[in-house]
């Protein structure tokens, strides 16, 4: 049913919002460059690595030795809009299409963290990876790295229809106050380095 559900809903809502995507691609063509998409292979369920795509939100800016510079620096004020309405995630739809994402799950993380993870937080790869989940509302960035899995393993003990539909309007609420974009001093969230203890 959550397959059906997440296929369904995807469909449609690209007929409603084909017209904003491809507004949206087209600024940040103009204001960022090519490419539009920002591509990174992330863990799927059972950690199974996948491409995911996102409006990219940040330059290239390099420094004098050819390097990247730090987010802060290269994320543009169009960048920051567009991850503060969190619009950068639209191109995820394609994931929940091709049954890599779901719309409501734990989200896809970096490859890097999967041998950091206990036992108990690798839990998260039990079920598809989200574009909001539980952790999304009720907290997203602002909350500490442990927290944050506390909340998706709790989503995957107690996952259902009526939570996840819960859990999007709950996503719809806080995209429009904006809450817990990043945490204070980063452009999004600091990397989770390990744990100092096991849960």
């Known amino acids: 049913m959550k397959r059906i559900f997440d296929v369904v809903a995807v469909l449609v809502g690209l007929l409603l ?3 904003l995507i491809l507004l949206l691609a087209l600024l940040v063509r103009i204001k960022l460059g090519a490419p539009i ?9 059972g950690g199974k690595p996948f491409k995911m795509y996102k409006f990219r939100t940040m330059t290239d800016e390099r420094d004098a030795k050819g390097n ?5 620096q290269r994320l543009t004020s169009f960048g920051k809009f567009l991850r503060s309405t969190s619009l950068d995630e639209l191109p995820e739809l394609i994931n929940v299409l091709k049954g890599e994402m779901s719309l409501v ?8 963290y999967l041998p950091l993870y206990s036992s108990e937080q690798a839990r998260r ?5 989200g574009i909001t989940g539980w952790a999304q509302v009720n907290g997203r960035n602002a909350i500490s790295w442990e927290d944050k899995f506390k909340l998706d393993v709790w989503y ?3 996952r259902s229809f009526w939570l996840d539909i819960k859990i999007l309007c709950m996503t719809f609420a806080k995209v429009f106050k904006r809450e817990g974009i990043s945490q204070d001093g980063q452009a999004t969230a600091s990397k989770f380095t390990g744990n100092q ?3």
């Open 17 to 19: 919002i084909w017209p």
């Open 156 to 158: 995957v003990d107690h």
């Open 125 to 129: 790869h039990e079920v598809r990876p």
């Open 37 to 45: 998409f920002f591509c990174q292979t992330r863990p799927g369920m």
């Open 68 to 72: 990247l510079l730090p987010d802060e």
């Open 105 to 112: 799950g734990p989200r896809p993380l970096l490859m890097e």
């Open 197 to 199: 203890k096991q849960f």
